[in-house]
T-cell receptor, first 113, second 112 residues
């Protein structure tokens, strides 16, 4: 079974540019989550999809962040325009209902300079 | 609100036991987890415990939960160099279909 795949693994962009992160969950997992870890701090929840619907987006920091999940399959997280404080590692995870714990991707390390 | 706290760093000698501690604030937490992150990799679920349990053992791993004090610990017996990683404590109100609140992570360094 393929795991959760994230692309790209690293991205370095300039302040003001746009970046789009992609996540491919495990096939058949309805739940998809985005998390972010800013350097040395805790991993913070961003949002949760159930299929193509946003179940909980309470963790999205501001309207520069836009997440989509087309057809309930892969998801994208767009940051536009990027700011310095957006730097960090963005993790995607997926789960099936009633599973205990998530399966995480390896993360995308975003650096805004 | 939810808050999960951990010490940032732990160093142990190979073969010794490691104990990583965590405190959480949300008394309604139902599931408590330990995740492991190796360099360059994603988070791997190590083990979890339900809030109505006191202890769970899984090979070299022992999880202890003191619900009264909201304290969770992870003990790794016979620690190996391959156990060097960051360990995250986490909690959620329900299972895999709700958000999880993570701690800052404890970096475990195993000295040969």
């Amino acid at each position: 079974e393929a795991g959760v795949t994230q692309f790209p693994s690293h991205s370095v962009i300039e302040k003001g540019q746009t970046v789009t992160l992609r996540c491919d969950p495990i096939s058949g997992h309805d739940n998809l989550y985005w998390y972010r870890r800013v350097m040395g701090k805790e991993i913070k929840f961003l949002l949760h999809f159930v299929k193509e619907s946003k179940q909980d987006e309470s963790g999205m920091p501001n309207n520069r962040f836009l997440a989509e999940r087309t057809g309930g399959t892969y998801s994208t997280l767009k940051v536009q325009p990027a700011e310095l404080e957006d730097s960090g590692v963005y993790f995607c995870a997926s789960s099936q209902a009633l599973m205990y714990g998530y399966t995480f991707g390896s993360g995308t390390r975003l650096t805004v300079v | 609100g939810e808050d999960v706290e951990q010490s940032l760093f732990l160093s142990v000698r190979e073969g010794d036991s490691s104990v990583i501690n965590c405190t959480y604030t949300d008394s309604s937490s139902t599931y408590l987890y330990w995740y492991k992150q190796e360099p360059g990799a994603g988070l791997q679920l190590l083990t979890y415990i339900f809030s109505n349990m006191d202890m769970k053992q899984d090979q070299r791993l022992t999880v202890l939960l003191n619900k009264k004090d909201k304290h969770l610990s992870l003990r790794i017996a016979d620690t190996q160099t391959g156990d060097s990683a960051i360990y995250f404590c986490a909690e959620s109100l329900s299972g895999g279909y709700q958000k999880v609140t993570f701690g800052t992570g404890t970096k475990l360094q195993v000295i040969p």
